[in-house]
């Protein structure tokens, strides 16, 4: 249905894509995985004809078939139509579009109240359902969806994930939700960056996504253990030639001038020493695997007493500009506790967890981290990485901020560079670095994990679930939910409840 063939995509100097083909069929659920700023969504438009800032190169066939694109962010002048002037945005089988309407709003967890709703007025996971019901509306032969599981809530994943795998029409998707790629790909490409972003390369293979994961890593330890031993040997050989060219040295500067035939027979030995040198220097080594995933951070030095009282909350009413969203919340957190609120769509979860920052952020006897859910809340005020990371700017913190950034995969220019310039999931991890440089003791983070790749989420769920401080938080990742939160709550119209998780 789809044909890319040699499809190479260049920005500036830099490649993200050379030389990709395939072949999308029927059922074929294709993920697109990798690093933030590897290219993925650039991949997409370029599909689609409407990358107009990069070179393109390679053939894209399209067989006459249309294709359904959701956007990572809604397009601006979305924003201010009212639902149903976006959903129905022409007249061409409007009563067929009024039945699916109806067909698909229970299975996407709306009411038919949200038509006469401004856009910009819903939260952001009612953004991404109501673009995927439009999609739906226009029944496309190929849906490129990217990012599409942003801001959903649990019930609305789920939904996605049997929706992805039961409709027969072929789909290609950028995500970074584990539990949906494991539960829905049957085809991976990871795009990468390597030799410190320099160059690219792409694997594509028909498999699901656990599988992929198991056989990369299963690779990258099998290289790593032949890269080490090969060094080993190496060097081992290495000192032992040096020792013996050390000693034939020192006996040709002790060796008698009455000796010549000595001297020619040491020359040489020599000789041919320094020949086998040259072809050990000459031997090719296995190189250790280069990834981009290897993250390396960690807290230090943090610590809150289990009996602590972080922050008590009691809200009669959650308003939502002069909306009231919830009622009668109540909340005691105290101690060393990793805590997550979950809820449906815009029932106001990163309002209540702003409403918890702001309280906090008054406390001097304890330092707090925030991770808003729209990055910009917080990093408008900042022109540079540096300035961000390491606000005081001592020579000692900014060398320090270098070493957390470096570790975090950021490249020289991304460090000295514009926040403006970065991705969303590189900014993410120059909030975790702020928060190790600062060595806080309550996070605040509204959805952690959602822009940073599944193959590098692994890393931070577990040095979050290390973490021996305090963690209030909203997430809809499963995964993260499942191996760091030990306190779960659920945010309706009634308040809070806690859960079992």
């Excluded at 953004?127 to 809530?153: A, C, G, Q, W």
Aim: charged fraction near 30%; glycine fraction near 4%; aromatic fraction near 8%.
């Amino acid at each position: 249905m789809l044909e890319v063939k040699n499809l190479s995509i260049k920005i500036k100097d830099r490649y993200f894509v050379k030389d990709l083909s395939f072949v999308l069929n029927p059922k074929d659920k294709l993920a697109i995985i990798g690093e933030e700023g590897n290219g993925k969504s650039t991949l997409l438009k370029a599909i689609l004809g409407i990358c107009d800032f990069a070179i393109i190169s390679g053939s894209i066939n399209t067989n006459n078939k249309r294709i359904g694109y959701l956007e990572q962010s809604m397009n601006e002048e979305h924003l201010n139509k009212k639902v149903y002037d976006f959903l129905f945005d022409d007249d061409n089988d409007y009563y067929e579009k009024v039945n699916d309407f109806y067909k698909y709003l229970n299975l996407i967890h709306l009411d038919d109240e949200i038509l006469e709703h401004e856009i910009k007025t819903l939260s952001g996971g009612e953004k991404v359902k109501i673009s995927i019901l439009r999609l739906l509306m226009n029944h496309y032969d190929i849906l490129f969806l990217d990012e599409p599981t942003n801001d959903l809530d649990i019930e609305t994943l789920e939904w996605l994930e049997s929706f992805i795998n039961y409709v027969d029409i072929p789909i290609v998707y950028v995500s970074h939700d584990e539990t949906l790629l494991s539960h829905s790909a049957n085809m991976i490409l990871h795009l990468e960056q390597i030799r410190k972003k320099t160059d690219c390369r792409h694997t594509l293979l028909k498999t699901d996504y656990d599988t992929y994961v198991e056989e990369r890593l299963r690779k990258i330890n099998k290289q790593t253990q032949i890269s080490k031993s090969q060094k080993r040997e190496f060097h081992k050989q290495q000192e032992k030639l040096n020792r013996v060219i050390q000693k034939v040295e020192y006996q040709q500067n002790t060796i008698s001038r009455q000796d010549p035939h000595g001297a020619r027979i040491l020359k040489k030995k020599m000789h041919s020493l320094k020949s086998q040198k040259r072809k050990l220097e000459d031997v090719e080594l296995t190189e250790m695997p280069d990834v981009e995933e290897s993250l390396n951070f960690f807290f230090e030095d943090v610590q809150i007493p289990n009996s602590k009282n972080i922050v008590s909350i009691n809200i009669p009413e959650l308003k939502l500009q002069e909306k009231i969203i919830s009622r009668n919340i109540e909340l005691d957190v105290i101690g060393h506790t990793h805590l997550c609120i979950i809820g449906k769509n815009g029932v106001g979860k990163s309002t209540l967890i702003k409403i918890i920052y702001n309280i906090l952020k008054e406390r001097k006897d304890i330092k707090i981290g925030y991770m808003p859910q729209t990055y910009e809340d917080v990093l408008n005020d900042y022109e540079y990485v540096l300035d961000f990371v390491c606000p005081q700017g001592t020579k000692d913190e900014i060398t320090k901020a270098r070493m957390y950034l470096g570790n975090m995969k950021l490249t020289r220019e991304e460090m000295t560079g514009h926040i403006r310039d970065l991705s969303n999931g590189t900014k993410a991890k120059l909030f975790l670095t702020r928060f190790v440089l600062e060595q806080c003791h309550v996070l605040i983070l509204d959805e952690p994990t959602r822009n940073v790749s599944p193959l590098s989420n692994p890393v931070i769920r577990k040095v979050l679930k290390d973490f021996n401080g305090t963690i209030v938080s909203v997430s809809h990742d499963r995964k993260y939910i499942d191996e760091v939160i030990d306190e779960l709550y659920v945010l309706t119209n009634n308040g809070l409840r806690k859960v079992d998780n």
